[in-house]
């Protein structure tokens, strides 16, 4: 694709896509072209030129477009099957997801690039890391999560506190202990324990603002514009695959 890549936004109107719709601003590699919204229909979305009802629609009014999806569980299924049919690269950064909507999305990524991202932030594609590489150093065997998020979130554990869970590799074994806590507005914090019985690792990941997640699906969307079909993540995006550790 020349020029700047052509964005649509799920879920414009929730706090995560009105994040995304202010960072596309400043970002002159993006154009917001549409926006998707079930509520308050008719009305104008602020930093987008359209607004549609449902994902399909919108997709089907704009070509060569990139989707990024903040929006609820239950819905990601569907816009992962309508971005298929209309060949539209998704970045999916909707959390909580259930079994039918990773389904829906695997099957998506048969035929376009699929980003799916359950925390857009590079700290913590580099925490990921830093656990891996601490569980090869046997410290992962006593691990515990805390995440600590706003009030409104719905999903618990966090998407972010089960990736960080999967990074430590402990397939098979016993889940590390996940302490979510819901408070006030924090952004999102999740800090891991580590250690045994002479050694402690603490690590600590605060996002201080939702523009973190914002320009990493920017990031993302302009990555999946020139992806092939597959089922992507942050690695990817951020170029983290040749690391010393997966
Ligand atoms: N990946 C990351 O880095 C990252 C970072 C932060 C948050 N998140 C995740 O992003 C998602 C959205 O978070 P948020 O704080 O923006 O939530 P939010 O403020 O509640 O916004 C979600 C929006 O989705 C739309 N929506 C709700 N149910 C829907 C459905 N069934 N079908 C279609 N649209 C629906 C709603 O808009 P309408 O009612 O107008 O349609 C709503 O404005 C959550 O899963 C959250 O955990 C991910």
């Not at 819901?182 to 939702?210: F, Y």
């Amino acid at each position: 694709m020349s020029g700047p890549v052509r964005l649509i936004v799920l879920g414009a109107t929730g706090r995560m896509g009105r994040a995304v719709l202010t960072a596309a601003v400043a970002a002159p590699e993006v154009a917001v072209v549409g926006a998707v919204s079930r509520s308050a229909e008719g009305e104008p979305v602020p930093g987008s030129p359209r607004r549609f009802t449902t994902a399909a629609e919108a997709f089907a009014a704009l070509d060569r477009a990139v989707a990024v999806d903040f929006t609820r569980a239950e819905a990601v299924a569907a816009h992962a099957a309508a971005a298929a049919a209309a060949g539209v690269p998704l970045v999916e950064g909707t959390t909580g997801l259930d079994a039918e909507a990773d389904a829906a999305l695997r099957r998506a990524a048969g035929r376009i690039p699929v980003v799916l991202a359950p925390n857009l932030s590079p700290g913590i594609a580099v925490l990921r890391r830093m656990l891996a590489l601490a569980a090869r150093a046997g410290l992962g065997g006593e691990a515990t999560l805390l995440e600590r998020h706003h009030r409104h979130k719905k999903d618990a554990p966090s998407g972010t506190a089960r990736l960080l869970a999967r990074s430590l590799g402990r397939d098979g074994e016993a889940e590390p202990a996940i302490v979510s806590l819901r408070q006030g507005e924090i952004v999102g914090e999740h800090t891991v324990w580590l250690g045994g019985e002479d050694e402690e690792l603490v690590l600590t990941h605060r996002a201080l603002d939702r523009g973190l997640f914002a320009r990493g699906a920017l990031r993302a969307a302009v990555w999946a514009a020139g992806a092939g079909p597959g089922l992507h993540t942050m690695d990817d995006v951020l170029g983290l695959r040749e690391g010393p550790q997966t």
